[in-house]
């Protein structure tokens, strides 16, 4: 062989300036990972010398130097018309006869080694791409099931022109590379009938928040164009690297998208290559395909094990694409590139929090990226051809995008798509070019109203929002390394899954707080009992809903598990292996009754507030079998996920008989204190948990004072009434003299103690008096984090104890 092709099994990634950053990683691959079990289509590559010997025997350096040359590299206004004359130059040249003769025995070799009938996927791969600073992702061309020698040498000639598509030489322009310096390699692989199966991404990391201790793996029915292109909504699984080899279940969420199309391969035209718009067809994707996932768990597990390994090859997170085999049923990875956003640009000492400070009309929301708040004016496009109409930070609106965007895409500040998901083009270029994105909106180009004023806010978690007009809102970025460390354990109140990767971040010491009645508000939404006995539920519309939101589930009684397991898994991953103490529902009877079905499972108190809540509930037949729910998904988050962080906590105990009650209902329900390291705690809210602190330590591993209840039921004053606010202060003697008691009490036992609440961050002298007395933690909201830090840090120097810097 000359030099014109190398085999993978004779490629490493040291090869990149020969074969491009795609080549050598599938060679790289190939040889080093595919003996470990990871599979790698087999295949070969054209070199860079072979372009360059391509532009030398046809003269084109010079010519494509004097067209290049004559782009307008401020406006881009005649873009479109450079990059046609650039491809037609190519086209119109003739291909080597040694370059084919080298073409033809690589695709020998593989007709002996898959068969005279083997389908090939031809791949451009430029020499400066899938750099760690610079991904390319979509800038060449791939040709999809090529089949036959002459369409193999079509296909070639076509990715050689790639090069020049509008949109690769905006990025080189972009990006500063030089176009005559950049060569073009073509990756000949044995083809993955992924039409047949499923295809999608997988990040070795979050690509929102840059957390490293997950893989997320995105995928759809077909080919895997539909997720590049952000047509459909996909699958998702979260894996938490940790346990992949130590927990039975280390898939810690799992989301099902619609997939309402799937991307399949057009009949072919006889002896005719077909382009990639004429190559693949969408159809609809079958109901019933759509309401299963695409992968079985084992299988997410298997790629996830992949991704984990493929990271720690390159040493660095990963962008891996994989594709399943309709035929064989295998799983392979297709190409693996280095993340090219938060590995750059993650900036972890300073911390930004934005917060909207007006609300404003919705015009609508869909999947939000980045954590910011922007405004600007809306501009609706509905092709790259319309590049003109968008000014340098304008708001980018359309129905979805593929690569022919990117040389517009660097002038929006955001990005609203009515298409598109977590792992689609649209995500991937507004993570590169630092565009806040809404993205999935379904309805955006007729909501939103060209040339008028938006506010885009990705500032809340998962989802995004578009709203009318300019919204104020308040931006505090915060240089965490200039934060000192206090000795007292500075913790996060949280509820909420979609932020708890974000806060993770934090200079924390864990989740003293996560209240679990915010996830079954918000993500179960339906009152367990109603699930438990569907039978009896009599409400017409409750059933409906019921009926429509468990329709998943084989049963309905693992939709409150499986969900409570899954919001429950993602947050104690994301502070693992720091504590994260779950205090099981501290719903009232009246905010029970509000869940879906609910009504007709709760009593009608006429004080809720002291009625039937926390541990008397738990053993109550009203509520008992609830209460044996919640106890399963905390049982599958601490030993089927392996996150034995998560320690459990009972709320308003009034008494030590109860408390006992409760132990003996969890042993039962398979929480047994003291197994697997379980702890489980207790709310000290009612003066009798500070009276009787030592009896209840005797029961209980832990105290965390709740001090709002604790001032109420001290002082008989309703928390909420605005008629008592004089009287309703933490500062009352009454309820400090309780609280020094507890802690007094709790040292004596060796019971840690902790308080959750506002009062230590806005008051610099209440989290003195804590610091004085020796309390063990304090849990702030994330808003309120800082301020209570720099309290509890304020109050350790004065009261002589070490902090540290």
């Known amino acids: 062989?000359?030099?014109?092709?190398?085999?993978?099994?004779?490629?490493?990634?040291?090869?990149?300036?020969?074969?491009?950053?795609?080549?050598?990683?599938?060679?790289?691959?190939?040889?080093?990972?595919?003996?470990?079990?990871?599979?790698?289509?087999?295949?070969?590559?054209?070199?860079?010398?072979?372009?360059?010997y391509f532009l030398e025997q046809n003269n084109l350096k010079e010519q494509l130097t004097s067209i290049l040359d004559s782009l307008d590299t401020k406006q881009f206004n005649n873009l479109n018309e450079v990059g046609e004359k650039a491809r037609d130059i190519i086209l119109s040249a003739r291909f080597p006869e040694e370059i084919r003769k080298e073409i033809e025995t690589g695709y020998n070799y593989l007709k002996k080694e898959y068969g005279d009938e083997v389908s090939l996927a031809v791949r451009s791969s430029?020499?400066?791409?899938?750099?760690?600073?610079?991904?390319?992702?979509?800038?060449?061309?791939t040709y999809l099931n090529v089949s036959g020698l002459n369409n193999l040498y079509k296909a070639c000639h076509h990715s050689y022109a790639s090069l020049f598509t509008n949109r690769a030489i905006k990025y080189r322009v972009d990006n500063g590379f030089e176009h005559m310096q950049v060569a073009l390699s073509v990756g000949v692989q044995t083809m993955v009938r992924s039409d047949r199966a499923c295809s999608g991404v997988m990040f070795t990391l979050d690509p929102d928040t840059g957390f490293e201790n997950v893989v997320v793996i995105s995928g759809s029915w077909g080919l895997g164009e539909n997720i590049v292109q952000g047509s459909v909504n996909t699958d998702e699984f979260v894996v938490f690297k940790p346990m992949l080899d130590k927990a039975a279940q280390p898939i810690i969420s799992r989301k099902l998208g619609s997939k309402a199309k799937t991307m399949v391969y057009a009949e072919k035209k006889e002896g005719e290559l077909q382009l990639p718009t004429d190559a693949i067809i969408n159809l609809d994707t079958e109901p019933d395909k759509q309401e299963v996932f695409v992968l079985q768990?084992?299988?997410?597990?298997?790629?996830?094990?992949?991704?984990?390994?493929?990271?720690?090859?390159?040493?660095?997170?990963?962008?891996?694409?994989?594709?399943?085999?309709?035929?064989?049923?295998?799983?392979?990875?297709v190409q693996a590139r280095p993340e090219t956003v938060q590995s750059q640009h993650k900036d972890q000492a300073f911390f930004t929090e934005y917060t909207l400070q007006e609300e404003g009309k919705v015009l609508c929301s869909g999947i939000g990226l980045s954590n910011r708040i922007v405004t600007g004016v809306a501009r609706i496009l509905n092709s790259?051809?319309?590049?003109?109409?968008?000014?340098?930070?304008?708001?980018?609106?359309?129905?979805?995008?593929d690569p022919d965007w990117d040389p517009i895409l660097k002038k929006a500040i955001a990005i609203i798509t009515e298409q598109g998901g977590r792992t689609s083009h649209a995500a991937i270029v507004a993570r590169e070019v630092g565009a806040v994105a809404v993205l999935g909106t379904e309805n955006a180009t007729q909501t939103i109203q060209d040339g008028h004023q938006v506010t885009v806010s990705t500032a809340g978690g998962e989802t995004g929002y578009v709203y009318e007009g300019v919204l104020e809102w308040d931006e505090k970025k915060t240089d965490m390394s200039k934060l000192g460390t206090p000795q007292t354990k500075a913790m996060l109140i949280l509820g909420d899954p979609?932020?708890?990767?974000?806060?993770?971040?934090?200079?924390?010491?864990?989740?003293?707080?996560?209240?679990?009645?915010?996830?079954?508000?918000?993500?179960?939404q339906i009152h367990p009992m109603a699930l438990k006995h569907f039978e009896k539920v009599e409400d017409k519309d409750a059933r409906?809903?019921?009926?429509?939101?468990?329709?998943?589930?084989?049963?309905?009684?693992?939709?409150?598990?499986?969900?409570?397991?899954?919001?429950?898994?993602?947050?104690?991953?994301?502070?693992?292996?720091?504590?994260?103490?779950?205090r099981m529902s501290d719903f009232k009877s009246n905010e029970y009754a509000n869940l879906i079905g609910g009504r007709q499972f709760e009593p009608e108190e006429s004080n809720p507030m002291i009625g039937l809540r926390g541990a008397s509930r738990y053993y109550h037949p009203l509520y008992q079998e609830g209460f044996e729910l919640e106890c399963r998904a905390m049982k599958k988050v601490r030993e089927k996920m392996g996150l034995t962080n998560v320690k459990l906590m009972i709320p308003f105990c009034r008494t030590v008989d109860e408390g006992k009650k409760v132990i003996s209902l969890m042993e039962e329900y398979?929480?047994?204190?003291?197994?697997?390291?379980?702890?489980?705690?207790?709310?000290?809210?009612?003066?009798?948990?500070a009276l009787l602190a030592e009896e209840f330590a005797e029961v209980f591993d832990g105290f965390s004072i709740?001090?709002?209840?604790?001032?109420?039921?001290s002082l008989g004053a309703d928390r909420d009434s605005g008629l008592l606010s004089d009287i309703f202060s933490p500062f009352d003697p009454a309820v400090q003299q309780l609280i020094v008691m507890t802690l007094e009490k709790a040292k004596k036992s060796g019971t840690k103690v902790g308080l959750c609440g506002q009062a230590p961050s806005d008051y610099p002298k209440y989290a003195s008096f804590l610091v004085e007395n020796g309390i063990n933690s304090i849990s702030f909201n994330p808003d309120a984090f800082f301020k209570g830090l720099e309290n509890m840090l304020q109050a350790e120097k004065a009261s002589g104890v070490t902090v540290y810097s």
Do not use: C
């Not at 709740?706 to 039921?713: E, K």
């Open 384 to 401: 790259p051809k319309e590049i003109d109409k968008l000014q340098e930070g304008e708001v980018l609106v359309t129905r979805k995008t």
């Open 544 to 582: 409906e809903k019921i009926e429509q939101l468990t329709h998943h589930f084989s049963n309905k009684e693992d939709y409150f598990v499986d969900k409570l397991a899954e919001a429950t898994g993602i947050i104690a991953a994301a502070f693992y292996p720091k504590d994260v103490i779950v």
């Open 297 to 333: 768990d084992d299988e997410v597990i298997q790629l996830a094990k992949w991704g984990k390994r493929i990271e720690e090859h390159y040493k660095q997170p990963m962008d891996v694409e994989w594709a399943k085999d309709g035929i064989t049923g295998k799983l392979f990875i």
């Open 498 to 524: 979609e932020q708890a990767f974000k806060y993770s971040f934090l200079p924390n010491d864990g989740v003293g707080l996560m209240r679990m009645e915010f996830i079954i508000n918000n993500s179960i």
């Open 670 to 689: 398979g929480l047994k204190r003291g197994d697997n390291g379980l702890e489980v705690y207790v709310m000290v809210e009612i003066p009798s948990n």
């Open 126 to 141: 430029a020499t400066a791409e899938d750099l760690p600073t610079a991904s390319f992702a979509g800038q060449l061309e």
């Open 706 to 713: 709740g001090s709002n209840d604790l001032t109420q039921l």
């Open 1 to 52: 062989m000359a030099n014109y092709i190398k085999l993978f099994k004779d490629i490493s990634y040291n090869d990149l300036s020969k074969v491009g950053g795609k080549n050598a990683s599938l060679g790289e691959m190939y040889n080093q990972l595919n003996p470990e079990g990871i599979q790698v289509p087999d295949g070969y590559a054209t070199t860079s010398e072979a372009y360059w």
